[in-house]
């Protein structure tokens, strides 16, 4: 029986010795694109990718090089950057990790904030995170989470409407899309009160702020299936692209969408131009137009997109479902012929640029 | 999408006096382990042609050329607290997935999906209509006298499903006269506590048994995460087994010279909180399963030797599902029946055809508020001919008829050849060397399942059948090395396909997830076994020894479906060893297990990976005898006994070295 067992211990350290190996990353050093992977949900394997466009090197998993191999966690869903720090928002795993850049030391991680989606700052010291309420199908109206940036801290909160959005800063208030409702909530960043609830389009997901000072948020719309075979679309309010003055939210300029569901409202550096993704394609708007753009920009469906400030050179990610890794395109500035594809995690969502 | 990520663990550390008795245990003999013997009925039982008894003739007797592991209930008893993934896991080395201890665990044979494995109870599938699948931890061992494990496809014998094998329980009358029974009680660590009681009795018309047992395990057991700070101890949260019940009583009442009556019942019970990964804040997910199963059948033997059966069943699966405010509620009620003739054909062979019905009512959540119901029928024809001694052979055909359109026909073949027989009974220890070749080639398919069709949005109603066919050869060798030692080995290669694979992809209206028929998915492999039995005087030996390599992966798919082909897929270990031995001498008993996996995939790109890495399960136990015909076992248990920290599934920490204490009190 001994000898059995010492063969079978031998057997198993020869088997064992057959796992993969991984070389491990190196730590990012330099000034990066930052590409984030949502990860496969319950496995805990989100992602922030550097990519050094300059020697063309990747670091799959930022976070685990720069630290000992933790795992940044579930659903990683958005990043900010504020000085020499980012801020990565961790959705399932109900918190934000801080960490130093650009070499994704982790600095702090402020946890228990529930369904965290998107940050943004007003200042080096304060920042705000949206955050969910409520389980799918029965959303509670959402937090603005306030966070104190010099000791990361949450120092408020802020109630608004349901499943609160990308939201963006502009002039000291910043405007939250309520996506389950067909609101944006302006905020006061010096009372942190709400002080005015727009009314756009059905399911605001995304707002930005273009160069002339208006807000544009993209409503992808409520669509209702049939509760019986076929399981066809039985009703549904179309997507649009609102625009209004912050000055006068009443007037609003819609731009319906025929069909569909557009999604990832971006701005060129400049904030002249708008990029949204749409039945498969990039398009790319002007500010100034009031119709929205018939020919796509790039005939690729992306599940982020981003310009670089730095270079102007475009970045599109492309997700392969949600078992396996997807990679992200690198194109020039204008757009054109592919510059790198580089496979990172799995569903990769977007990009920062430090 | 499906609500029915279960998971969980037991333990809590239990009283000084527990430890005390278990050092005193181990300090009094040496750790071993053990394994039962690979049963090949077919092989080892003695030729016999349908019976003038009215002795069910089982399907297994159609299915020459298939390799099976049954384990008996001796073997059973030791895992009488457990649950069928105890069992298939730790004790036969079965590739399990499995959230946590007392979570879901789901099973892969041969490389294939948890719908690609039968669950039979009493000849009556009873997987999950919904899933399509069962949850191994929700089936308590204490249910049923019998666990066997047919590997490959065999839709013919078993129906749907069958396509990487099937999992057969089974409640067997004990016709043995008089009463006998036992109560225990078990308590271990990481709050850790049961009990179970099984009481027979029988006359010369009447058979009757009735098993019950209770679990209940806080799981609150210590992890180790790796944190930018290095590794951080943590204490797993929300994994509580609330409670596990399982009531099973059942009878068998001969009815005249030729009839048989059975009626049988399992009723489960179990209450979990759902261990969400270690990744994912603020989770406190619960739910209940409560399965209620009776089956009621007649058997009659004819004066030509034939033998009819008929039965009816019953079935009620409520699946409740709640997770801070999102509720996910279902319920279905199957009613089964099936009717069936065994004749004999002559002197060498049999022949049973057959058919059955199922029908399904479901009042599930995803499905909106009207209830589903569907309808499958099936027929089948199973000829066992045995042209000489030696020499065995089937032929089996199933057509079965579904809501979509007809499953693909299924037909199976087998062949058994004793190339050299042994001349003395074969169930003896006696030195005669034996060799068989076997070989078998089967058709098979699984029917949708009732969320692939009507979940909404997205369910697809026009889904096909998946189908499948394997091929597998192999040989059985015996050998008897001395007097009282019989060394046998199994040596099986296999090869299948499984077609029209269901794939959920983002293809629905407005890209929203539906299922459709797009992948091949090819396995092939090796599976070795041998096993030493032993029994000298009142000492009685045994161990085994098996390896698996399971090479699985897509084949063929379409554009849509981006899962590379030509890569081993995710939760499929290449390589799998199991070794098994138990020791029985005078009152003690010692038995232990150990299973190696080798690596597994996390992804279909093949990136992501869970290290290898094996198992040691133990147990030690002692029967002193006690007046009036009473006697008292002590058993100690324990898991994880290197203390290997693992997980079985990404973010999922199991748990560390475990101990247990059953005592057990019998009467006969």
């Not at chain 1, 000898?3 to 993969?20: N, W």
């Not at chain 2, 059973?76 to 105890?86: E, S, W």
């Not at chain 2, 029917?447 to 369910?459: C, D, F, I, K, V």
């Not at chain 2, 479906?561 to 003690?588: C, E, F, K, M, S």
């Amino acid at each position: 029986m001994k000898r059995l067992l010492l063969a079978l211990a031998l057997g198993a350290t020869a088997l064992a010795g057959c796992d993969p190996k991984h070389s491990p990353d190196p730590v990012p050093t330099a000034s990066s694109t930052y590409v984030l992977s949502e990860g496969q949900f319950g496995k805990g394997d989100g992602a922030v990718s550097a990519f050094n466009t300059i020697t063309k090197a990747i670091t799959v998993d930022a976070f685990g090089a720069a630290n000992n191999g933790a795992k940044l966690g579930d659903v990683v869903q958005d990043m900010g950057i504020v000085g020499t720090r980012g801020y990565v928002c961790v959705n399932a795993s109900g918190k934000v990790e801080v960490v130093s850049l650009p070499d994704f030391k982790s600095v702090a991680t402020i946890t228990k904030i529930p369904q965290v989606r998107y940050f943004a700052s007003t200042s080096a010291t304060r920042g705000y995170v949206t955050s969910w309420r409520g389980p799918y199908t029965n959303y509670l109206p959402g937090k603005v989470i306030v966070l104190n940036l010099s000791t990361n801290t949450v120092i408020d909160s802020i109630t608004v409407g349901r499943c609160p959005e990308q939201l963006t800063v502009l002039n000291g208030k910043l405007y939250v899309p309520n996506s389950y409702d067909n609101t944006i909530s302006v905020i006061d960043a010096s009372t942190n009160q709400v002080t005015s609830t727009v009314t756009v389009g059905d399911g605001p997901r995304n707002v930005v702020a273009d160069q002339a000072g208006n807000i544009w948020a993209l409503c992808s719309g409520f669509t209702v299936y049939n509760s019986s075979p076929p399981y066809n679309v039985i009703s549904s309010t179309p997507a649009s692209l609102v625009r209004f003055a912050p000055a006068s939210p009443s007037t609003l300029l819609t731009l319906p969408f025929s069909s569909g569901s557009p999604h990832q409202l971006r701005t060129s550096p400049d904030k002249t131009q708008l990029y949204y993704s749409y039945g498969g394609a990039e398009y790319q708007m002007s500010t100034s137009a009031t119709a929205l753009p018939t020919t796509p920009f790039i005939r690729r469906d992306f599940n982020g997109f981003a310009i670089d400030s730095r270079d102007n050179t475009i970045y599109g990610a492309v997700s392969t479902g949600y078992t396996t890794n997807g990679y992200f395109l690198h194109y020039p500035a204008g757009g054109g012929k592919v510059i790198d594809s580089v496979t990172v995690k799995v569903g990769p969502s977007g990009f920062v640029f430090y | 999408m499906v609500f029915s990520f279960f998971a969980n663990a037991l333990s809590r550390p239990a009283g000084g006096w527990l430890a005390g008795a278990l050092a005193a245990l181990l300090a009094a003999s040496p750790a071993a382990s053990a394994q039962t013997r690979p049963a090949d009925t077919l092989t080892t039982r003695a030729h016999r042609l349908p019976e003038a008894r009215v002795r069910a003739v089982r399907p297994e007797r159609f299915a020459v050329g298939s390799q099976r592991v049954e384990l008996d209930s001796a073997v059973l008893a030791q895992y009488r607290g457990g649950t069928a993934a105890d069992v298939l896991g730790s004790r036969l080395g079965l590739y399990l997935k499995n959230y946590g201890p007392g979570q879901l665990a789901t099973i892969s044979l041969r490389g294939t999906s948890a719908q690609h494995t039968a669950v039979l109870w009493n000849g009556l599938n009873i997987a999950l209509p919904t899933l399509g699948q069962n949850d191994l931890a929700l089936l308590p061992i204490s249910g049923n006298t019998q666990l066997a494990v047919q590997a490959g496809p065999a839709a013919a014998l078993y129906g749907s499903g069958a396509v990487g094998g099937a999992i057969l329980l089974r409640t067997e009358p004990d016709w043995r006269p008089g009463l006998r029974g036992s109560v225990q009680a078990d308590a271990g660590s990481f709050g850790l506590r049961g009990g179970s009681l099984e009481a027979r009795t029988a006359s010369s018309t009447l058979a009757v048994r009735v098993a019950g047992s209770y679990r209940q395990a806080q799981n609150d057991y210590p992890y180790y995460l790796r944190q930018p700070t290095g590794l951080v101890r943590y204490t797993m949260q929300n994994a509580a087994l609330r409670h596990q019940w399982s009531f099973s009583p059942d009878l068998a009442w001969r009815v005249g010279a030729a009839g048989e009556l059975t009626a049988a019942v399992w009723l489960t019970d179990a209450d979990r909180e759902i261990q969400q990964g270690t990744s994912i804040a603020g989770s406190n997910a619960r739910e209940i399963d409560q399965s209620r199963r009776l089956v009621l059948g007649y058997r009659r033997a004819t004066t030509g030797g034939g033998q009819w059966a008929v039965r009816g069943a019953w079935f009620e699966d409520i699946i409740n599902y709640s997770d801070q405010g999102a509720v996910s509620n279902s319920r279905v009620r199957t009613t089964q029946s099936q009717a069936e003739y065994t004749a004999p054909l002559g002197q060498r062979a049999s022949l049973r055809v057959g058919a059955e019905a199922q029908h399904f009512a479901a009042l599930v959540d995803g499905y909106g508020s009207e209830p589903i119901t569907e309808n499958r029928a099936a027929a089948f024809a199973l000829l066992r001919y045995d042209p000489r001694p030696g020499l065995r052979l089937s032929a089996n055909l199933r057509q079965a008829a579904l809501p979509a359109g007809l499953a693909p026909l299924t037909p199976t073949v087998g062949l058994e050849w004793d190339v050299l027989r042994p001349a003395s009974p074969p169930d003896s220890l006696a030195p005669a060397p034996g060799l068989t070749l076997k070989a078998s080639a089967a058709r098979t398919y699984r029917a949708p399942t009732l969320n692939e069709r009507y979940w909404q949005p997205g369910g697809n109603p026009d889904l096909l059948a998946e189908s499948g066919h394997g091929f597998e050869a192999g040989l059985r060798h015996r050998l008897g090395l001395a007097s009282h030692v019989v060394l046998e080995s199994e040596l099986t290669a296999f090869t299948q396909l499984v077609d029209n694979w269901v794939q959920w992809l983002p293809l629905g209206p407005g890209g929203i997830y539906s299922p459709r028929n797009l992948r091949q998915v090819r396995s092939q492999g090796l599976e070795a076994s041998t096993a030493l039995r032993l029994r000298q005087g009142r000492y009685q030996a045994a161990a085994r020894l098996a390896y698996a390599l399971t090479q699985t992966q897509k084949t063929q798919g379409v554009a849509a479906d981006t899962d590379p082909v030509g890569i081993q897929l995710a939760y499929v270990p290449l390589h799998r060893a199991n070794i098994t031995t138990d020791h029985q001498w005078r009152g003690w008993l010692a038995s232990a297990a150990y299973t190696f996996t080798s690596y597994v995939y996390t992804d279909a790109s093949g990136s992501d990976f869970l290290p290898s890495g094996g198992l040691l399960g133990a147990t030690l136990g002692r029967t002193v005898a006690l007046p009036g015909r009473t006697s008292l076992t002590l058993l100690v248990q324990s898991t994880n006994l290197l203390n290997r920290s693992y997980e079985s599934y990404p973010t999922r920490p199991g748990p560390p070295r475990a101990f247990s204490v059953s005592l057990r009190l019998n009467y006969k």
